[in-house]
């Protein structure tokens, strides 16, 4: 049975690789291999229903959860086999996690935000004003 932390980060690493990627796409940054999960589409949020002060805590885990993607990176080029990189995915999947939940999100808000940004230029370009 897998724990609610790991869940959650093969959440987070699935939504952020598959969805969230055109978001970080604006700044020339690309994103590595995917989750092997098909994610189920759900509701994207508008743009008029996340606060400044949502929006706000979201930039700054994106920010966060970039500085973890391009840690892992460098990480798995250097890494000798399968099992090494499958370590370093699943330690960059709990920092990224933990990254989220610093910045007081839950990683379902920061999935669905990450979501909507991706479908809304609105909402993405007031994130964009936030970083």
Avoid: H, W
């Amino acid at each position: 049975m897998l724990s609610a932390n790991r869940i959650a980060a093969t959440a987070l690493m699935g939504a952020t690789l598959a969805c969230a990627a055109p978001v970080f796409a604006q700044d020339g940054q690309s994103s590595y291999g995917g989750s092997g999960q098909t994610q189920t589409p759900q509701p994207a949020t508008s743009a008029a229903n996340v606060s400044d002060a949502k929006l706000e805590k979201f930039a700054a885990a994106q920010q966060d959860v970039r500085s973890v993607r391009a840690d892992i990176q460098q990480q798995m080029k250097n890494s000798q086999d399968q099992e090494s990189m499958m370590a370093n995915r699943n330690k960059a999947n709990q920092k990224m996690v933990e990254a989220v939940q610093d910045n007081d999100l839950s990683v379902s808000d920061y999935n669905e935000i990450a979501r909507a940004a991706q479908q809304n230029p609105e909402l993405a370009q007031r994130i964009q004003k936030m970083r």
